[in-house]
């Protein structure tokens, strides 16, 4: 029998150390790299920089209008009809409206008693104001407590009612449509949401109800948010810096333009009529503030936002809580988007202008293109080039667009001004979860109506810190702490800082560190607030 070599059943290129594993590697990548790689990633950039020039445009064009309503254009009290609300002696309270407050909540152990104290001190007559507690909780605990919390306010005199469902369908946006059937509240004309977090200035039925009383094609007023946590830790910061902007541009240049805006979900008060007219609440998407909107916008009726008018209110200030969110907020508008652009074409009773502001600048721009430009440019596309040589990214793509539009993304806290660069970084990690979530919705795959509440914390963080033996005695769950994700995004990116510090020319290295070292701490779970144990 012929002898039969052990070497015979290896591979010749395993062989010894003629040709190892790096050198095939590296044959494979310059067999693909011409022919194939060179080709994408020049379609990609191309891309990118086409995605890049549109959001720099809406920016820039946002900048300049904002610019002007600063400068000339008239307040809102001004551009509309605006009377202060009078006390009449003789005929009593009987001039103000009827007015109808809803708070839906869900499991709001921490801030229950934030929102239902603040509706309840609300300067408006007593027997002209409704409070309609709609509590979807599902822990029996939790429900009793609110329910004990509604009684208190009744016993002082309060018109309150704790409003509970035998089923949590259609979320919120099922319990505040369910909360307008009731027989109670069909002679109130306006209502006004606020989620369990948010706690209304007494004075802000008077500012706000003047507009819809005196002006009958006004049916939403939108106030701004403030927000009470936003030094607890260094994300809260980088979420006020990013809603800041959102309330003083984008909101503002929306009322001042096309009276029309996304009404944020809370913080607002609407005609009832207008909501009914529009189709009521629908649940089918995550976002049924924004559904009823342009619903309400595409017949013909206007919204005011008002700067100067702020709600305050609490920023989830947990990783956890924050990407769930950010996931909805994401989603929700890309799946609307899917469901109502042929709506929107055509519809007859907005002009063409309208529309095109709508279609493209709300939707397409800032709720779509801004998510992909911001993950697939500076976390993919540009890393990969630093190892095409091929491809040459100009320096005004890579460096001075996207410094002027964050620059003009600043304008909204001056205060955080030294903290832009880090949330340069940070906006390019959760630009990773919003495309995710943008494309979830765009195709409505299996999580598009994934709906989770936002955690909030209340007074609840500061009161356990309160006590010295559970300080230090941390929840940790490896899946709440550790995203394997970003740690994959982290190893990459180090990769590409390394390659383009041994080889490479445009010095991109500095940033891929920097974006390396904050997808580390994402991915290791060192952000946001570390809740203690109970």
């Known amino acids: 029998m012929a002898q039969v070599s052990a070497n015979s059943f290896i591979p010749e290129t395993f062989q010894g150390t003629t040709v190892d594993l790096t050198s095939q590697i590296g044959l494979l990548w310059e067999l693909i790299r011409v022919p194939l790689i060179v080709p994408l990633l020049k379609v990609a950039v191309v891309i990118c920089l086409v995605m890049e020039l549109m959001l720099f445009a809406e920016r820039l064009y946002m900048g300049i209008v904002i610019i002007l309503v600063k400068l000339f254009w008239k307040k809102p009290e001004k551009r509309y009809n605006w009377e202060p609300m009078k006390e009449d002696l003789e005929a009593g309270s ?31 007559p007593a027997d002209r104001l409704v409070i309609q507690v709609l509590d979807d909780s599902t822990d029996p605990i939790i429900k009793e407590m609110v329910e004990k919390e509604c009684k208190r306010w009744a016993a002082k005199g309060l018109n309150i009612t704790y409003q509970i469902r035998e089923t949590r369908g259609g979320y919120k946006a099922g319990a505040l449509k369910e909360g307008l059937k009731r027989d109670y509240v069909k002679e109130c004309e306006y209502v006004a949401i606020f989620d369990a977090d948010f706690r209304p200035e007494p004075d802000f039925l008077r500012r706000s109800i003047p507009f819809l009383m005196h002006n009958s094609q006004i049916a939403l007023v939108q106030a701004r948010w403030r927000f009470v946590n936003s030094d607890e830790c260094l994300m809260t910061r980088m979420q006020e810096m990013s ?27 609407w005609r009832i009529a207008a909501i009914n007219e529009a189709g009521g609440w629908k649940d089918r998407t995550t976002v049924e503030d924004m559904d009823l909107a342009v619903r309400a916008s595409l017949r013909g009726w206007k919204f005011v936002y008002l700067g100067d008018l702020h709600v305050k209110s609490e920023l989830p200030s947990t990783f956890k809580a924050f990407r769930y969110q950010q996931h909805r907020w994401s989603c929700g508008p890309a799946n609307l988007f899917r469901k109502m652009v042929m709506e929107i074409v055509r519809n007859k009773k907005v002009n063409f202008w309208k529309k095109v502001y709508v279609i493209y600048s709300f939707f397409f721009v800032r709720k779509i293109i801004a ?30 667009i996207p410094c002027i539009i964050t620059t003009l993304n600043s304008v909204g806290t001056p205060r955080s001004i030294h903290l832009l660069f880090y949330w340069i970084l940070f906006e390019n990690v959760m630009s990773f979860h919003r495309t995710k979530a943008t494309f979830i919705g765009l195709f409505e795959a299996k999580r598009a109506n994934e709906w989770v509440v936002t955690e909030k914390l209340g007074d609840g963080l500061k009161n356990k810190n309160n006590k010295p033996s559970k300080r230090f005695q941390f929840n940790f769950n490896i899946g709440d702490r550790i995203h394997v994700t970003e740690l994959g995004f982290a190893v990459f990116l180090f990769f590409c800082g390394c390659y383009d510090y041994l080889y490479g020319k445009n010095n991109y290295f500095v940033y891929m560190f920097l974006q390396t070292i904050t997808f580390s701490i994402v991915g290791l779970g060192y952000i946001g607030t570390i809740v203690p144990s109970s």
């Open 94 to 124: 009987s001039t103000f409206p009827l007015v109808l407050i809803q708070i839906p909540m869900f499991n709001e152990r921490e801030v229950y008693k934030i929102s239902i104290g603040a509706a309840c001190n609300l300067s408006w």
């Open 243 to 269: 809603l800041d902007y959102h309330f003083t541009v984008e909101q503002e240049v929306g009322s001042a333009t096309h009276a029309f805006f996304g009404f944020n979900g809370t913080g607002g008060i």
């Open 371 to 400: 998510h992909m430009v911001t993950f697939f440019f500076f976390c993919v596309v540009l890393p990969l080039t630093i190892m095409v040589p091929e491809i040459d990214i100009p320096k005004w793509g890579a460096i001075y």
